[in-house]
C-alpha cells in the first residue's frame, strides 16, 4: 500500500483564492517511510494572503515571497511522485492521508496542480482520502462529547501522544502528528 501523508499551510482557507505556503509529508510503502518531504512555496501570484493564515502559520508575507516559486516546487514534487508511481497505470496510486485533508487540505493539493495545470492529480492519487480526522473521530467517538475541540493537538493528547504547541502549524511537524494519531487508531 502506498501512502502519500502530508499537510500544507496556507494564505488562507478557500483553495480557489488562497494559495500554498508550505507542503509537507512522507511517502509510506507497505509501511516503510521511501522519502520525507518539506516544500516552502511562494503562493500563485493572484493568491490572497489573510493576515489571521500568516499569523496561524507564524509566517510573513515577506518570507513567503522569498520561497521557491510555486512552478518549481510542483516540478520537484512530481519528480518524487512519479519515483513511486506511474502515474498511466490505473491501478498504481497514493491514499492522500492527513488530518482534515478530506475537506480542506487535498482541495488545496488539488488546486495546486490545477494552478500548475498539470491535469495528474487524479492519476497519483486515489479520489478518496485517508482523512485521520475523521478516523478518529470513530475511534473517539465514546468521549468527544468531553474534549474542548477536536483539533489535531488535542486529538494527539487525547491518545496520549506528546506534542509539542510551538511547532504546530508547521506542516512538517503536523504530519508527524498525523501520523502517529493514524498509526495508533488502526493498528
Not at 495546486?112 to 485517508?130: H, K, T
Not at 483539533?151 to 509539542?164: C, F, N
Request: charged residues 25%.
Amino acid at each position: 500500500m502506498k501512502i502519500f501523508y502530508f499537510d500544507v499551510e496556507t494564505t488562507g482557507v478557500k483553495h480557489w483564492k488562497n494559495g500554498i505556503h508550505q507542503i509537507s509529508g512522507l511517502i509510506e510503502i507497505d509501511g516503510v517511510i521511501k522519502e520525507t518531504f518539506n516544500y516552502l512555496v511562494r503562493p500563485f501570484e493572484r493568491a490572497i494572503i489573510e493576515e489571521e493564515a500568516m499569523k496561524i502559520g507564524n509566517v510573513t508575507v515577506a518570507q513567503i515571497s522569498l520561497y521557491p516559486p510555486m512552478v518549481e516546487v510542483h516540478s520537484k514534487m512530481c519528480f518524487m511522485l512519479n519515483k513511486y508511481v506511474n502515474k498511466y497505470v490505473k491501478e498504481d496510486k497514493y491514499f492522500l492521508c492527513g488530518y482534515n485533508s478530506a475537506a480542506f487540505d487535498a482541495n488545496f493539493l488539488r488546486a495546486f496542480f490545477v494552478q500548475n495545470n498539470d491535469n495528474y492529480f487524479g492519476s497519483f492519487f486515489w479520489s478518496a482520502s485517508l482523512d485521520v480526522m475523521v478516523l478518529a473521530m470513530e475511534h473517539l467517538k465514546n468521549e468527544r462529547h468531553l474534549m474542548k475541540d477536536f483539533k489535531l493537538h488535542t486529538v494527539a493528547s487525547k491518545l496520549g501522544i506528546q506534542v509539542d504547541e510551538k511547532k504546530l502549524h508547521d506542516a512538517s511537524y503536523d504530519i508527524e502528528i498525523t501520523r502517529e494519531i493514524y498509526k495508533l487508531i488502526t493498528t
